[in-house]
């Protein structure tokens, strides 16, 4: 049984429900036929897959119980393809096959249209892709934790022989733990993942970085890795009072590129910088602070990991703005756990002076503050891009490897009381629940061009059920058109004039893109005298056998085959 967590209905809003179950047929799920005004009910299933059935769970108050799936069984007369039931102030739609394959798959991502990663972007384009979109626990093959990769506009260019050309600027938002594959799968290569901007130092959001750090410079990332986020988040360790971690950005980089000697030294027989090599200036890319490498790090090279600490207490506060390119980033705080957890807001004008626009809250509990960066002084933006996450009961039992929530009397009921009441505090503290999404959206105004829900373990059926919670605040919200639910490699065109969906079409066998370098490279660290790299100069080959003996005798082809 899966659930369709769904409405909050009074009866004068009968007709604002009745509309909004009719778009959630759209996913052949549950019709609702006819709703009267003294609460009756007539449903129709329409049975995408002839097993799905359906009932109407119902609560007498605001806050009161669900009735039970057992006891809405045997009271609703006309279980399964149609029937009517009067139903009281409260209910929500519950399914009853634990078999639905609804929760295997996201039918709306696959039906998009597709696009070869390759295809250049137009010169007033803002691209964003999906390289993760999900909530931690698990990291799903289907779905890395959270990443946002934007590029904005386009200048071709003959020789690059990978791409033809090149994004006047590009940012990685997050980069959650398995969002490599997605970058490599969209052939994006480590050149243009040079700018990460964390929103928040959660796992789910920057342990990527170390495969981005650690293998930038055995590609083509020949220059530093930038690095923003939070300074250090204040808040009094409650262990040893008067007592403060250094929790920020420039700390945990400078723990992370020591972490990472090892991997850095091993690596450094080869080049890892440019001759030529221009390191940003403060100025240049509109930073609050100098950029400056963690560890005494050369700024020329790959391997010096550089962060930009924004205060998370500012709105508006300017994290980049590059003059060159006409993207700017900005941030404001959002509420997440402990304090630092930062939105961002990237705007990009185009060459014929449009500016497009996206916002990613990234993680938070509902707050005003994206609202307000939103509504942007009542110009809006093109892309609002906010999590979003499933709730307590349905997240409670699916982590419990359930298809449906246990009832009183069940072995496992008190295991799942006590579930739900942890993830209530996990989602109450720091998230926002599907209804919650809906009434933040309610408050925007103008409406962003596209609404985007992340962080967000998407599927037929919980996308149906967020969809219905969102539409109870929004009931003229339409999916596809105002609002998606993201998904690892969904991009989105965003034009002056319209907003494309795409699906990547992409391998999941892929290499590397070539790699492609810009200019003369710096002899490598380790070195044979000559400028050439020495791989030999780290490790002891006393014991190694070679492919030849000294009588000339071959033990294996030194061409690998
Ligand atoms: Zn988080
Ligand atoms: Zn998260």
Redesign the pocket.
């Known amino acids: 049984m899966n659930t369709y967590e769904i409405l909050r209905s009074a009866r004068s809003i009968h007709l604002l429900a009745l509309t909004t179950l009719f778009q959630a047929a759209a996913w052949g799920q549950l019709q609702i036929t006819s709703f009267q005004g003294d609460g009756t009910l007539t449903w129709n299933d329409p049975g995408a897959t002839g097993t799905n059935n359906y009932a109407v769970e119902w609560a007498s108050s605001l806050n009161g119980n669900w009735s039970s799936w057992q006891d809405a069984a045997g009271r609703l007369s006309g279980l399964g393809a149609s029937g009517s039931v009067a139903v009281p102030m409260f209910y929500r739609v519950v399914a009853t096959d634990p078999t639905n394959a609804a929760t295997q798959r996201y039918t709306y991502f696959q039906e998009l249209p597709p696009l070869d990663p390759l295809t250049p972007l137009a010169t007033n384009e803002m691209r964003i892709i999906f390289m993760g979109s999900m909530?931690?626990l698990p990291v799903r093959r289907a779905q890395a934790?959270?990443s946002v990769f934007v590029q904005v506009g386009w200048s071709n260019d003959p020789n690059d022989r990978v791409y033809g050309g090149r994004a006047r600027d590009q940012f990685i938002f997050?980069c959650?733990a398995g969002c490599s594959a997605n970058f490599a799968a969209a052939v994006v290569g480590f050149r243009r993942m040079d700018k990460v901007f964390i929103?928040?130092l959660?796992g789910?959001?920057m342990s990527d970085l170390s495969h981005i750090y650690c293998f930038g410079p055995a590609a083509d990332r020949k220059t530093p890795l930038y690095v923003w986020g939070s300074k250090p988040s204040g808040v009094e360790n409650p262990a040893s009072p008067g007592t403060f971690y250094d929790d920020g950005t420039s700390n945990f980089c400078a723990c992370l590129r020591q972490a990472l000697r090892w991997h850095s030294e091993s690596f450094s027989f080869q080049s890892t910088c440019y001759s030529n090599y221009v390191p940003p200036t403060k100025e240049q890319w509109g930073l609050p602070h100098d950029p400056v490498p963690v560890c005494g790090d050369s700024p020329y090279d790959a391997y010096a990991m550089v962060p930009i600490e924004l205060d998370f207490e500012k709105i508006g506060g300017v994290a980049y703005d590059n003059a060159a390119t006409e993207a700017k980033v900005t941030h404001y705080p959002v509420i997440?756990c402990r304090k630092g957890s930062m939105g961002y807001k990237l705007e990009w004008t185009t060459p014929e002076g449009k500016t497009l626009s996206m916002i990613y809250s990234?993680?938070t509990k509902p707050e005003t503050n994206s609202i307000a960066q939103a509504s942007n002084n009542g110009n809006g933006v093109d892309v609002f891009i906010h999590?979003m996450v499933v709730p307590p009961a349905v997240w409670a039992y699916k982590n419990m490897g359930l298809s449906a929530a246990p009832v009183e009397g069940d072995a496992l009921y008190p295991e799942y009381v006590q579930t739900v009441q942890g993830l209530t505090f996990v989602q109450n503290s720091?998230?926002t629940p599907q209804g919650a999404f809906g009434y933040l959206l309610s408050q925007i105004e103008p409406k962003p061009r596209l609404t985007v829900a992340t962080?967000f373990p998407v599927a037929d059926d919980t996308v149906a059920s967020a969809f219905v919670s969102v539409t109870n605040h929004c009931p003229t919200v339409q999916m596809g058109r105002d609002l998606v639910w993201s998904f690892d490699l969904m991009a989105l065109r965003v034009f002056p004039d319209r907003i494309e969906q795409r699906r990547l079409a992409v391998s999941d066998y892929s290499f590397n893109p070539p790699v492609q370098l810009d200019g003369g490279t710096c002899p490598p660290k380790y070195n044979d005298g000559n400028g050439s790299g020495n791989p030999y100069a780290q490790i002891d080959t006393s014991a190694s056998i070679s492919p030849t003996n000294t009588d000339g005798s071959v033990n294996y082809r030194i061409d690998g085959y």
Do not use: A, R, T
């Open positions: 909530i931690p934790e959270m997050d959650g929103n928040h959660h789910d959001h997440h990234s993680d999590e720091s998230h962080h």
